[in-house]
């Protein structure tokens, strides 16, 4: 059965990030979106679609649903095969999953998906991270425990303290910025 769950507003770059979203290349390892409650219905091969900023983004392959922790923590896993589209319809976000309520005949492409209904302040922070690639120094000094990947060190683009500070960054004027961010900036002010 295919399910629906919706990445918080403050964590939408950092699942960006993670890595074999639609349009990218297949980096093989296996990602875990983490639920409470009753087990997902979802079995390998449904659907696991995502909401974020109150739109369906698109929908990645369910490869296992399994226990993540303790309690009723699960985890609907997924790798490579994500596709990005929409419904045209307006989604309120919520905790927890639900099953797909629409028909699939009404999905459509979604090429501006990362994007899409963002504030403009939240637009330049995806641009950045987005260039920015290389693994920054973590800004809080903390890494927190749901994000399993990101190594000790590096930034945890997802925390609440270094999501606060890279989006004040991010609506600083280049001048305001660490140098290193000051060329993303200008490409981004010549909209390149």
């Known amino acids: ?22 349009g990218q290349p297949e980096t093989g390892e296996e990602w875990v ?27 990645a392959p369910v490869t296992r649903v399994d226990r993540c922790g303790t309690g009723n ?12 589209c929409t419904i045209g319809e307006e989604v309120i976000g919520f905790r927890g999953w639900r099953r797909r309520w629409w028909d699939r005949a009404l999905e459509t492409p979604f090429p501006s998906w990362e994007t899409a209904c963002l504030p403009k ?3 330049g922070f995806v641009e950045l991270v987005r260039r920015q690639r290389v ?6 000094g903390r890494l927190p425990d749901y994000l399993p990947n990101v ?13 606060r500070i890279l989006r004040a960054i ?14 993303v900036i200008e490409d981004l002010s010549r909209g390149r």
């Not at 923590?73 to 990005?84: D, E, L, P, Q, S």
């Not at 693994?135 to 809080?140: D, K």
Request: net charge positive; with cysteine.
């Open 1 to 22: 059965m295919d399910l629906v769950v919706t990445v918080p507003k403050a964590l939408w770059v950092a699942w960006l990030l993670e890595g074999d979203a639609a």
């Open 33 to 59: 979106f983490r639920t409470y409650g009753q087990r997902p219905t979802a079995e390998p091969g449904d659907r696991l679609y995502i909401v974020a900023w109150n739109l369906v983004r698109g929908y």
């Open 73 to 84: 923590v699960w985890g609907i896993f997924r790798k490579a095969g994500a596709v990005a």
């Open 121 to 123: 302040r939240e637009l």
């Open 135 to 140: 693994p920054l120094q973590c800004l809080c």
């Open 151 to 163: 190594q000790p060190g590096r930034v945890c683009y997802g925390c609440a303290p270094c999501g």
């Open 170 to 183: 991010a609506g600083m004027l280049p001048g305001e910025m660490p140098r290193e961010w000051n060329s």
